[in-house]
């Protein structure tokens, strides 16, 4: 993990993003103390299974009507 102090992280910016792209991470300093880390991005995930996403299970399970009944006194005492 290379640290860099904001200076010399602006005037290479473009240098230090390739290296986050190689998998490297960057800690960058101000006075000698860190502050932040570039750092690689993880794929998203919606980009390789595109297929994944919401209503992938549509179909495969219905709500029944009385979802929202009160339920039966046997199990309210246990909430009260």
């Known amino acids: 993990m290379e640290a860099v102090n904001i200076a010399d992280a602006?005037?290479?910016l473009s240098q230090l993003v390739d290296m986050a792209e190689r998998g490297e991470e960057?800690?960058?300093?101000?006075?000698g103390r860190p502050v932040a880390k570039i750092v690689r991005l993880?794929?998203?995930v919606t980009k390789r299974y595109p297929n994944r996403g919401f209503g992938i299970d549509r179909g495969?399970?219905?709500?029944p009507d009385d979802f929202?009944?009160?339920?039966?006194?046997e199990i309210m005492r246990h909430f009260t």
């Open 10 to 12: 602006k005037a290479k």
């Open 26 to 31: 960057i800690v960058i300093a101000r006075h």
């Open 42 to 44: 993880v794929e998203d």
């Open 60 to 63: 495969l399970f219905e709500v």
């Open 68 to 73: 929202d009944d009160p339920l039966p006194p």
